[in-house]
């Protein structure tokens, strides 16, 4: 079955730190996969997405980066974080890991920017 | 662009009353797939009801439809016999391709 892990599940940084966020996939290969941010007010946020290794499209352009080193694993990076990255952090992908499916989701990784 | 628009930031309903949600869509394609996401306070994704749009009849799952209005891009999700535990934040979401875009989402109460 196909199962998403995200880590850390809570994670409190002083602004002008780094950041790193870590997205790993089973029971699929190749799937497309997604960072979305959960901030109040503003519903789920689709910051990037992947169809395949390396290969990495942005939604919104901020201090963000991600990155797609292995098949199953996704990564979300900052180099200095801002107050306004707060938020709940969510990584998807679809059933099956191809698209028009619906989207699994992990259990989140809430980030505290001070 | 690809938007999706949630006009009702929160609503309340009787417990065993219905209760319609609000969704509507924009979008240039022809084939897609709608959805409704539940999120009850513990913060996971729960899908609720999925719609492609090359159907015509409107999907059901036990207590919950939709209305689904290709032409409007309306995509309503109706809660019958609501129940305490369909308290949760709901968001409608589209996907076309790759992307998959959600709406900010409806803060449902389910009053006792």
């Known amino acids: 079955s196909q199962t998403i892990h995200q880590w850390p599940a809570t994670l409190v940084q002083p602004v002008g730190s780094p950041l790193s966020l870590e997205c790993t996939v089973e029971g699929t290969s190749n799937p497309n996969l997604y960072w979305y941010r959960q901030a109040a007010g503003r519903g789920l946020q689709l910051l990037f997405y992947?169809?395949?290794?390396?290969?990495i499209s942005s939604e919104v352009p901020q201090n963000l980066s991600a990155s797609r080193p292995q098949d199953r694993q996704f990564i979300l990076s900052s180099k200095k974080l801002l107050l306004s990255d707060s938020g709940f952090y969510l990584c998807?992908?679809?059933?099956?890991?191809?698209?028009?499916?619906?989207?699994?989701f992990g259990e989140g990784s809430r980030l505290t920017v001070l | 662009a690809q938007t999706v628009t949630q006009s009702q930031p929160e609503m309340s309903v009787q417990e065993a009353e219905t209760v319609t949600l609000s969704c509507t869509y924009d979008t240039s394609e022809n084939n897609y797939y709608l959805f409704w996401y539940k999120q009850p306070p513990s913060r996971q994704m729960i899908l609720v009801i999925r719609?492609?749009?090359?159907?015509?009849q409107n999907a059901t799952e036990n207590r919950f439809s939709v209305n689904f209005q290709k032409a409007a891009k309306s995509f309503s999700l109706k809660i019958s016999d609501s129940q305490l535990g369909d308290t949760a934040m709901y968001f409608c979401?589209?996907?076309?391709?790759?992307?998959?875009?959600f709406g900010t989402g409806t803060r449902l109460k389910v009053l006792a």
């Open positions: 998807a992908m679809p059933q099956r890991g191809g698209a028009s499916g619906e989207l699994f």
């Open positions: 992947s169809v395949g290794i390396g290969q």
């Open positions: 719609q492609e749009a090359y159907k015509q």
């Open positions: 979401a589209f996907t076309g391709t790759y992307k998959y875009i």
